[in-house]
């Protein structure tokens, strides 16, 4: 099946640091990716879609120019929180799909949990 | 407000027993998935429905899409504690695109 990875699993960083997130499809060319944030016993929610070589989509009242997000490849788009602060703290789960039709599946990462002190 | 309704948000059962859990929305999906999350792990995928009135069942798990495709639900028979874990409903928004809006989800124990 297809397999999503992402890296690191888990990161501390202090207030004010800037924080990478790497989402990687490992058996299959994904040419959209979305990326979700989930609080604690809450749900997932949509921050951003994109697509390969174009700028990303932003959801509502997600902010881009805090949540920097680069689809370079078909197989690797990068989440980059800038001058991160503990209301970032947050699971961060990337998915990637094959296309954008809705019966086009998206293959969810394991998620990176992010604390920022 | 919250697109998609799931309750209970929280389900505490004996091993054995059965459940349903339900997913209720006021719009109309063209598909709606159902996934199970562990604790600090993504979300794996169930099951997909598309067809109003489809019924489909993986194993002890048994999926129904509402005639109208508004609403959905999970039901397990004779719950085993490895069922544990966070049920989440997604669904795709007819006439929309390939975005997924989830559900809050379904907190479920089941103890042995």
């Known amino acids: 099946g297809a397999v999503v990875s992402q890296h690191p699993s888990w990161v501390i960083c202090k207030s004010g640091t800037s924080v990478k997130i790497e989402c990687r499809s490992l058996?299959?060319?994904?040419?959209?990716m979305f990326w979700y944030r989930q609080f604690p016993k809450q749900s997932l929610m949509l921050m951003a879609t994109?697509?390969?070589?174009?700028?990303?989509?932003?959801e509502q009242g997600v902010e881009k120019d805090k949540f920097l997000i680069n689809h370079a490849s078909l197989t690797l788009s990068t989440l980059t929180v800038t001058s991160a602060h503990p209301e970032d703290s947050s699971f961060y789960i990337c998915?990637?799909?094959?296309?954008?039709?809705?019966?086009?599946?998206?293959?969810f990462g394991p998620g990176t949990r992010l604390t920022v002190l | 407000t919250q697109l998609l309704e799931q309750s209970p948000q929280f389900l505490s059962i004996q091993e054995g027993e059965n459940l349903t859990v339900y997913c209720n929305s006021s719009?109309?999906?063209?598909?709606l998935q159902w996934y199970r999350q562990e604790p600090g792990e993504g979300p794996v995928l169930l099951v997909t429905?598309?067809?109003?009135?489809e019924v489909k069942k993986l194993k002890r798990l048994t999926f129904q899409f509402g005639d109208a495709r508004k609403d959905s639900s999970l039901h397990i028979t004779a719950a085993q504690p490895g069922d544990t874990g966070l049920y989440l409903c997604?669904?795709?928004?007819?006439?929309?695109?390939?975005?997924?809006?989830f559900g809050k989800g379904t907190l479920l124990t089941v103890n042995p």
């Open positions: 429905v598309v067809t109003g009135g």
């Open positions: 058996d299959f060319q994904a040419t959209t």
């Open positions: 997604a669904g795709r928004l007819r006439g929309s695109n390939y975005k997924l809006t």
């Open positions: 719009s109309v999906f063209s598909s």
């Open positions: 994109s697509n390969e070589g174009s700028k990303a989509t932003y």
């Open positions: 998915s990637a799909s094959t296309g954008t039709l809705s019966t086009d599946t998206q293959y």
